[in-house]
């Protein structure tokens, strides 16, 4: 059981590239969001979904873009990447009453 | 909107010792979750304990416990007994309880607690 499994561990990007963030999870979740850490800040949501199909904005969505095909994948797109970008980003799944927020390991992304 | 508090940007603490992380909150719903998580520099997110608004009880996890103090929207975590693997972020979070709050949670600033032999 791999749990959130997120692709790739570390990027550098120049300014004005494209990249998509993978992220994957075999726990059969209808959750699935996207959180960006920056130091000082904790961690705000960029994008979440409740399931296939379904997504929606969080705190700072400008710049970024989801999609979710699947229950199991829910990838993050950067299409005009900045500075400001730079940060390391989380992808998370769950969550019920039940359970708590299952969390990747992160993508630590730099924009140049 | 939601927000959340973590007035304390570092700890420190002696081996064996105990020390408590502050944590304030905001919400305007009746019913929600609190968490507290720990970011070791290996960067994972690892949840240390979590309490649901509307039980009164404390959670306790091993010597983890909460003061989840609901009318002065406060949630503290004691660490008892501190261990030199405990040294790590610690971020506060809260979370919706219902409906499309699932998976969402609003993250406090974080605190890096040191401990030291």
């Known amino acids: 059981n791999a749990g959130v499994t997120q692709t790739p561990k570390f990027q550098v990007l120049k300014t004005g590239q494209s990249m998509t963030l993978q992220c994957a999870q075999d726990?059969?979740?209808?959750?699935m969001s996207w959180y960006r850490q920056d130091p000082g800040m904790g961690l705000r949501l960029i994008h979440y979904?409740?399931?296939?199909?379904?997504?929606d904005q969080g705190e700072v969505p400008n710049g970024y873009n989801v999609s979710r095909s699947t229950t199991e994948d829910f990838p993050l797109r950067l299409l005009l990447a900045a500075p400001s970008q730079t940060s390391v980003y989380f992808c998370a799944s769950g969550w019920t009453a039940n359970s708590p927020l299952h969390f990747g390991n992160g993508t630590r992304l730099t924009v140049t | 909107a939601q927000t959340v508090t973590q007035s304390q940007p570092e700890m420190s603490v002696q081996e064996a010792e105990t020390v408590t992380l502050s944590c304030t909150y905001d919400?305007?719903?009746?019913?929600?979750?609190l968490f507290w998580y720990k970011q070791p520099p290996s960067r994972q997110m690892i949840l240390v304990i979590r309490q649901e608004a509307y039980k009164q009880q404390n959670a306790t996890e091993n010597r983890f416990s909460v003061n989840f103090q609901k009318a002065a929207k406060s949630f503290s975590l004691k660490i008892s007994d501190s261990q030199l693997g405990d040294a790590a972020m610690y971020f506060c979070a809260l979370g919706g309880a219902g409906g499309t709050s699932y998976g969402k949670l609003t993250f406090g600033q974080g605190t890096i607690l040191t401990v030291h032999p």
């Open positions: 919400t305007s719903e009746s019913d929600y979750y």
């Open positions: 726990m059969n979740h209808e959750y």
């Open positions: 979904s409740v399931g296939a199909g379904i997504t």
